[in-house]
């Protein structure tokens, strides 16, 4: 197919607008730009609901999750992405948590894409110092309080011609979060399933053939809770770019 001139894909919300809390009986997916959100608990009354806040210049949308153990809140995009076909693929996302230790988060991508996603038992899982790598496919920043080291972001992969890594301490990148406090993560995935991971301008791990180069991922960003620990997520945006698959 004819190539044109516009060959990057991007999505950039940066969650602009007009303050709101979404009900908590809304059932998901719910549509946000080029998101959906989503995650087990949303339809519940016991659910902290999305809110979407905003001081007229700045957007911040607040993923919080139910007070039960392994409910979650996420976002999801409606494009999936092709590492073979459509990287060099850059996800980039401002983030902060109120608490580092109530639960677990995953900010990347995975073949992962139903509207009741949850991150224990579909995608990955953090315990001492082992990792359970559930989904297929998968790439990004996992932080768990069932972790040893439950407030450092770790770099985990899944799926491409590097084996995953199952100890946590081998991708653990020593740079703590702190809590109340936003940090930018970021992920360069190369057409040849390479991947970089950066937090806060730092490159702090390099990975050959971390994903597969010939499935199509879905970016997730979900928290999800522990015990009856409510776990939230700030996001102040999202960014993702990505070359056009232009075999369609």
Known sequence: MAQGSDSRLMIDE????????????????????????????????????PRLDSDGLNGVIQLTTTNEDVHAAGLQSATMFDVGLMGSIVMEARVRQAALNTGEVFIGFSDVNTDLAIIEG?????????????????????????????????????????????????????????AGEYQVLRLEIFPNGTVEWWVDGVLEQTTTGAVSTSVDLCLNVIVESKTTAVK??????????ANRDWTA
């Open 14 to 49: 940066d969650f602009y607008g007009a303050a709101s809390t979404l009900a908590a009986t809304t059932v998901p997916p719910i549509a946000l730009g080029g998101l959906n959100i989503v995650g087990q608990g949303i339809a519940e009354t016991d659910s902290g609901a």
């Open 122 to 178: 579909a995608i990955c899982h953090g315990d001492t110092i082992t990792v359970t790598l559930t989904a297929s496919d998968l790439v990004g920043f996992l932080m768990a309080s069932d972790l040893t080291d439950n407030s450092d972001w770790h770099g985990i992969y899944n799926g491409g011609t590097t084996t995953g890594e199952t100890v946590s301490t081998s991708v653990d990148f020593d740079a703590d979060s702190t």
């Open 232 to 241: 939230t997520l700030d996001v102040d945006y999202i960014r993702v770019w």
